[in-house]
Protein backbone atom coordinates (compact mmCIF):
# COMPACT_ATOMS: atom_id res chain seq x y z
CA UNK A 1 0.00 0.00 0.00
CA UNK A 2 2.61 2.18 0.99
CA UNK A 3 4.60 1.58 -2.45
CA UNK A 4 1.75 2.44 -4.92
CA UNK A 5 0.87 6.12 -2.63
CA UNK A 6 4.44 6.66 -3.10
CA UNK A 7 4.21 6.34 -6.96
CA UNK A 8 0.86 8.15 -6.96
CA UNK A 9 2.41 10.83 -4.97
CA UNK A 10 5.66 11.01 -7.53
CA UNK A 11 3.57 11.16 -10.61
CA UNK A 12 1.06 13.42 -8.96
CA UNK A 13 4.17 15.72 -8.62
CA UNK A 14 5.81 15.02 -12.19
CA UNK A 15 2.38 15.96 -13.18
CA UNK A 16 2.30 18.89 -11.44
CA UNK A 17 5.76 20.03 -12.93
CA UNK A 18 5.22 19.11 -16.57
CA UNK A 19 2.15 21.48 -16.29
CA UNK A 20 3.50 24.66 -14.76
CA UNK A 21 5.96 24.10 -17.00
CA UNK A 22 3.76 23.86 -20.18
CA UNK A 23 1.79 26.87 -18.58
CA UNK A 24 4.88 28.79 -18.76
CA UNK A 25 5.39 27.81 -22.71
CA UNK A 26 1.81 28.60 -23.23
CA UNK A 27 1.80 31.87 -21.29
CA UNK A 28 5.31 32.84 -23.21
CA UNK A 29 4.08 31.91 -26.53
CA UNK A 30 0.37 33.72 -26.09
CA UNK A 31 2.36 36.91 -24.57
CA UNK A 32 4.80 36.96 -27.89
CA UNK A 33 2.08 36.34 -30.11
CA UNK A 34 -0.71 39.01 -27.89
CA UNK A 35 2.40 41.88 -28.35
CA UNK A 36 3.27 41.14 -31.76
CA UNK A 37 -0.88 41.26 -33.28
CA UNK A 38 -1.13 44.37 -31.00
CA UNK A 39 1.46 46.20 -32.89
CA UNK A 40 0.17 44.84 -36.36
CA UNK A 41 -3.57 45.76 -35.16
CA UNK A 42 -3.46 48.18 -33.41
CA UNK A 43 -3.65 51.10 -36.18
CA UNK A 44 -5.78 48.90 -37.76
CA UNK A 45 -8.34 48.64 -35.39
CA UNK A 46 -8.05 52.83 -34.63
CA UNK A 47 -8.95 52.77 -38.29
CA UNK A 48 -11.92 50.69 -38.07
CA UNK A 49 -13.24 52.74 -35.17
CA UNK A 50 -12.89 55.84 -37.32
CA UNK A 51 -14.60 54.59 -39.74
CA UNK A 52 -17.85 53.12 -37.97
CA UNK A 53 -18.21 56.41 -36.35
CA UNK A 54 -18.11 58.62 -39.37
CA UNK A 55 -20.72 56.03 -40.50
CA UNK A 56 -22.82 56.11 -37.61
CA UNK A 57 -23.07 60.24 -37.90
CA UNK A 58 -23.71 59.55 -41.46
CA UNK A 59 -26.34 57.46 -40.85
CA UNK A 60 -28.08 58.87 -37.61
CA UNK A 61 -31.12 60.99 -38.47
CA UNK A 62 -31.49 64.61 -36.82
CA UNK A 63 -34.71 64.92 -35.13
CA UNK A 64 -36.37 69.13 -35.22
CA UNK A 65 -38.54 70.50 -32.53
CA UNK A 66 -41.41 70.13 -35.39
CA UNK A 67 -40.86 66.25 -35.70
CA UNK A 68 -41.21 65.49 -31.58
CA UNK A 69 -44.38 67.31 -32.02
CA UNK A 70 -45.40 65.75 -35.02
CA UNK A 71 -44.60 62.34 -32.81
CA UNK A 72 -46.05 63.23 -29.54
CA UNK A 73 -48.83 65.33 -29.98
CA UNK A 74 -51.30 62.72 -30.85
CA UNK A 75 -50.23 60.44 -27.90
CA UNK A 76 -51.28 63.73 -25.45
CA UNK A 77 -54.46 64.76 -27.54
CA UNK A 78 -56.37 61.35 -26.80
CA UNK A 79 -58.66 61.42 -24.37
CA UNK A 80 -61.74 63.45 -23.31
CA UNK A 81 -62.67 66.96 -23.81
CA UNK A 82 -61.29 68.27 -20.11
CA UNK A 83 -57.66 66.28 -21.24
CA UNK A 84 -57.29 68.40 -24.34
CA UNK A 85 -58.73 71.96 -22.32
CA UNK A 86 -55.79 71.03 -19.89
CA UNK A 87 -52.98 70.48 -22.33
CA UNK A 88 -54.15 73.54 -23.92
CA UNK A 89 -53.44 75.56 -20.57
CA UNK A 90 -50.47 73.97 -19.56
CA UNK A 91 -49.23 74.96 -22.81
CA UNK A 92 -50.67 78.59 -22.82
CA UNK A 93 -48.72 78.65 -19.00
CA UNK A 94 -45.46 76.89 -20.22
CA UNK A 95 -45.06 79.54 -23.25
CA UNK A 96 -46.09 82.51 -20.52
CA UNK A 97 -43.38 81.48 -18.48
CA UNK A 98 -40.63 80.85 -21.17
CA UNK A 99 -41.65 84.62 -21.89
CA UNK A 100 -41.57 86.26 -18.54
CA UNK A 101 -38.21 84.24 -17.74
CA UNK A 102 -37.09 86.73 -20.69
CA UNK A 103 -38.67 90.00 -20.26
CA UNK A 104 -38.28 90.06 -16.47
CA UNK A 105 -34.77 91.22 -16.48
CA UNK A 106 -35.68 94.02 -18.97
CA UNK A 107 -38.53 95.21 -16.59
CA UNK A 108 -36.10 95.25 -14.05
CA UNK A 109 -33.65 96.95 -15.69
CA UNK A 110 -35.92 99.99 -16.43
CA UNK A 111 -37.49 100.03 -12.73
CA UNK A 112 -34.38 100.55 -11.37
CA UNK A 113 -33.54 103.46 -14.35
CA UNK A 114 -36.58 105.27 -13.60
CA UNK A 115 -35.41 104.96 -9.59
CA UNK A 116 -31.92 105.66 -10.09
CA UNK A 117 -33.42 108.77 -12.06
CA UNK A 118 -35.46 109.55 -9.13
CA UNK A 119 -32.88 109.55 -6.50
CA UNK A 120 -30.69 111.78 -9.13
CA UNK A 121 -33.46 114.76 -9.62
CA UNK A 122 -34.96 114.66 -6.42
CA UNK A 123 -38.29 115.59 -8.07
CA UNK A 124 -40.05 112.10 -8.46
CA UNK A 125 -43.52 112.30 -7.52
CA UNK A 126 -44.65 111.02 -3.71
Known amino acids: ?4 KSTI ?3 MQENLIVNDKNKKKSNLIQDEDESCSELVS ?8 AKKKEEEAK ?3 TYSLWD ?3 FTFPFLWKGGFMIRVQLMF ?12 VTH ?14 LD ?6
Not at 1 to 4: E, L
Not at 105 to 118: M, R, T, V
Not at 121 to 126: A, I, Q
Open 42 to 49: LPKKEEMV
Open 90 to 101: SFILMFLAKGLN
Open 1 to 4: MSAK
Open 59 to 61: NKK
Open 105 to 118: PIILKYAIENIQEC
Open 68 to 70: FAE
Open 121 to 126: NVSCPN
Open 9 to 11: KGD
